[in-house]
């Protein structure tokens, strides 16, 4: 294993526009083919592929870091060409080899990309696995989701013995992270912010009719909040009836389809979204008609969602209130003084772990060396 070939290449929401983001993510069942693209077109040993709504992440071992950061460069540029104008989820429109050989630049804003390689790539990775690198400091969902981009990887075979290490053993520390430093005791999930941010606006939200769109990880912690808030009135959608109505049984609370979008919109007062959707589930032609049809009953949206469920220009509405990720990283970095300290004690044992792989890794070629003499 040699810690100089392990290197990351992405862009976040703090590098990069909301609107790059949507670009460039990648839809969860477009993963697996990009994997093996990768390694089939790149100069790579192994890739994980990391996207969630606030950040793309390459997470790679290549024997020619430099060659290799420009391959993913490439792939990313690729990207941005194939869903320039378009909302719809589709493969690169030409293969990676023929596009690097054509042009090996960059078309996206310079500095939004960023590459990691040897100990600051794995630093990278522990400090995101422990939330320290995401839009709400300290956030656990990440642990999740990082986990599942390292299994579907590996169930690709796109991981090797230096990405199962490097993998494994930062989740084990993202694990012991939160806990050990008090991180967990504040509110940091993007879920809770927003039931946070729909209080702040409506108040008391126990007497409001309240949709979810989406039935995912997201969709979830934020039923989880509202439940707790003696919310009464949730009604799940989405594009999978059972898939709604499963997550509804388990809170007790309504389920309904995308198909019946519209009719639920005409009685909700606060709508929450997280969907996996490449094209706005709401429009602004079809929300103005249907505010007139309401008679100024207001109507607020969080869009939790990259790329956005909602179109923001819904904000241009009499009545009608909207907030999207943006808005939540405002929310976010209030009382953000307790969770700085708190992730400061973080960086400090993450660098303890850190010095514990790098200690590791030395031994282990050192012990490689003797083998081969």
């Known amino acids: 294993m040699q810690l100089e070939n ?36 790149a100069p790579l040993q192994g890739v994980v592929i990391l996207s969630t709504c606030n950040r793309v992440e390459f997470y790679a071992d290549a024997s020619n870091p430099a060659l290799g950061s420009a391959y993913l460069r490439c792939f ?18 030409q293969t990676l080899e023929q596009a690097f050989q ?10 939004s ?38 299994e579907q990887a590996r169930t690709a075979g796109t991981t090797n013995k230096a990405l199962n290490i490097w993998f494994q053993r930062a989740l084990g520390v993202g694990k012991q992270m939160s806990t050990l430093a008090g991180l967990d005791q504040y509110h940091t999930s993007v879920g809770r912010i927003a ?10 939200i126990n007497d409001k009719r309240i949709l979810v769109l989406g039935a995912g990880e997201m969709s979830e912690l934020t039923i989880k909040h509202l439940v707790s808030k003696a919310a009464p009135l949730v009604m799940v959608s989405n594009r999978s009836l059972a898939k709604a ?23 909700a ?23 007139k049809e309401r008679r100024g009953s207001p109507l607020v949206f969080i869009d939790m969602a990259v790329p956005r469920d909602i179109d923001p220009r819904v904000a241009s509405l009499d009545c ?44 282990a070629h050192e012990r490689q060396q003797v083998c081969a003499t």
Request: with cysteine; aromatic share 6%.
């Open 6 to 41: 392990l290197m990351v290449v992405g862009l976040n929401v703090k590098s990069s526009s909301v609107e790059a983001l949507e670009q460039l993510s990648i839809h969860h069942s477009l993963t697996t083919l990009y994997l093996k693209e990768l390694t089939t077109s």
């Open 76 to 93: 990313l540029d690729i990207q941005a060409q194939a869903s320039s104008g378009q909302n719809s989820v589709q493969a690169p429109v």
């Open 102 to 111: 054509q042009s090996p630049g960059l078309a996206l804003p310079e500095g």
């Open 113 to 150: 990309v960023y590459t990691l390689t040897g100990k600051d790539a794995v630093r990278h990775l522990y400090r995101v696995v422990a939330g320290l690198d995401s839009l709400v400091l300290g956030e656990t969902e990440i642990l999740g989701q990082v986990a599942r981009a390292y």
């Open 195 to 204: 039931v946070d941010l729909a209080q702040r606006e409506l108040g008391c």
């Open 245 to 267: 109505q499963m997550l509804a049984e388990e809170h007790g609370v309504e389920a309904c389809s995308l198909g019946e979008l519209y009719q639920q919109l005409a009685h």
């Open 269 to 291: 007062q606060l709508v929450f979204s997280a969907t996996a959707s490449k094209r706005h589930l709401v429009t602004l032609p079809k929300l103005t008609t249907l505010m």
């Open 320 to 363: 009608v209130s909207y907030f999207d990720i943006k808005q939540l990283r405002d929310v976010s970095e209030q009382n953000h003084s307790l969770r700085q300290q708190a992730a400061a004690k973080v960086d400090n044992l993450i660098e303890e772990k850190l010095r514990e792989f790098f200690a590791w890794i030395i031994s």
